[in-house]
């Protein structure tokens, strides 16, 4: 008898090797999918701030500066608000192609505080040249853009209307409020 293990051949053609398993392919783990959901969300929360909020702000800031006088060119400086630009309030509204997000607001106190610019509660409680502003909202994914638009009586064509006088921008809320 013999007790002896045949040798194991190792050669390329042995047909007696044991079969290899290809290697396992590596999975994701969970936390890398988790990851990337962030990362297309935050994404997608910044595509939606630009161009849902930031852009049309900014191209409504374009467009209403394009329509006042220049203040800066010689001859043509005016005291602000005091400067003639024969374009109304329907006209701001089909410009920038949307509709106030609030009421026109003709209350001199709060016309004051809406135009004026910066902290100073001196200014907020001037009266304003401006007698009504009209506040338009631009909402993105964190942010609300605000711009708001004044006017001054007058007539256009023989007709009594606001006439545009200028704009002001807001500081930016940090959620929105649309």
Same mark, same amino acid.
């Given at each position: 008898?013999?007790?002896?293990?045949?040798?194991?051949?190792?050669?390329?053609?042995?047909?007696?090797?044991?079969?290899?398993?290809?290697?396992?392919?590596?999975?994701?783990?969970?936390?890398?999918?988790?990851? #990337?959901?962030?990362? &297309?969300?935050?994404?997608?929360? !910044?595509?939606? %701030?630009? !161009?849902?909020?930031?852009?049309?702000?900014?191209?409504?800031?374009?467009? !209403? /500066? /394009?329509? #006042?006088?220049?203040?800066?060119?010689?001859?043509?400086?005016?005291?602000?608000?005091?400067? $003639?630009?024969?374009?109304?309030?329907?006209? &701001?509204?089909?410009?920038?192609?949307?509709?106030?997000? @609030?009421? +026109?607001?003709?209350?001199?106190?709060? &016309?004051? %505080?809406?135009? *004026?610019?910066?902290?100073? &509660? +001196?200014?907020?409680?001037?009266? *304003?040249?401006?007698?009504?502003? @009209?506040?338009?909202?631009?909402?993105?994914?964190?942010?609300?853009? /605000?711009?708001?638009?004044?006017?001054? @009586?007058? *007539?256009?064509?023989? +007709? @009594?209307?606001?006439?545009?006088?200028? $704009?002001?921008?807001?500081?930016?809320?940090?959620?929105?409020?649309?």
């Amino acid at each position: 008898m013999s007790d002896a293990i045949p040798p194991v051949p190792t050669g390329p053609d042995s047909s007696n090797a044991p079969p290899t398993q290809p290697p396992a392919k590596p999975r994701w783990a969970a936390s890398r999918v988790i990851l #990337l959901v962030l990362l &297309v969300l935050c994404l997608g929360a !910044l595509a939606k %701030e630009y !161009l849902g909020g930031r852009l049309p702000w900014q191209r409504a800031q374009h467009l !209403l /500066e /394009e329509k #006042l006088p220049d203040q800066d060119a010689p001859g043509k400086a005016a005291a602000p608000g005091q400067a $003639f630009v024969p374009f109304t309030d329907d006209d &701001v509204h089909k410009l920038l192609d949307r509709e106030p997000a @609030e009421q +026109k607001v003709i209350d001199p106190t709060r &016309v004051a %505080e809406l135009m *004026s610019t910066g902290d100073d &509660v +001196k200014a907020k409680r001037t009266p *304003s040249p401006i007698k009504m502003v @009209e506040i338009y909202r631009f909402g993105g994914a964190i942010r609300t853009y /605000e711009l708001r638009v004044g006017y001054n @009586e007058g *007539s256009v064509a023989g +007709k @009594e209307a606001y006439i545009l006088a200028g $704009f002001s921008t807001a500081t930016p809320y940090l959620w929105t409020t649309q």
